[in-house]
């Protein structure tokens, strides 16, 4: 642990905590995504983040093998889990089971906020293909989602 035992939230930002950018990798579409590493503990052998998706942005549409639990923070928005799209605001829980299709988009007006808590080790995200991308628009709950 390199930072003190308490580090103070003030305005959606903690003391000793990098704002980073969402992701490295080239070519995988997201907006305007911000990231902060709250917990690294292997020994709990789990990672808590704070990711902030700015008015009408969202993060990637993606699926992996490693689970997601999500508690939204702070502004509103949908997100997408496997086959439905459900509205979510501040304090839900949503749980991204594996290998489940999954984004959040955050409403005109106000950013949406929200922890995630994964496996320190953990699989790359997979992007969906074209023929992954036109199987998820054939059910028009997704296709409406997605825009
Ligand atoms: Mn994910």
Redesign the pocket.
């Known amino acids: 642990m390199t930072h003190p035992p308490v580090r103070r939230f003030k305005d959606f930002r903690w003391d000793d905590t990098s704002l980073l950018a969402y992701r490295q990798e080239a070519g995988v579409p997201f907006k305007d995504v911000t990231r902060q590493i709250l917990f690294e503990a292997p020994d709990l052998l789990g990672e808590l983040r704070y990711f902030e998706v700015a008015a009408q942005g969202f993060?990637?549409l993606?699926?992996?093998d490693?689970r997601?639990a999500v508690v939204i923070l702070r502004g509103h928005g949908r997100c997408l889990v496997g086959d439905s799209v459900y509205d979510v605001g501040p304090l839900d829980l949503v749980d991204?089971p594996p290998m489940t299709w999954?984004q959040f988009k955050a409403s005109q007006g106000e950013p949406l906020g929200f922890l995630?808590l994964?496996n320190v080790e953990r699989d790359k995200?997979q992007l969906p293909s074209e023929t992954d991308l036109a199987e998820m628009r054939g059910n028009p709950v997704i296709d409406g989602f997605l825009g």
């Open positions: 993060s990637s993606e699926r992996h490693h997601h991204i999954h995630c994964v995200a």
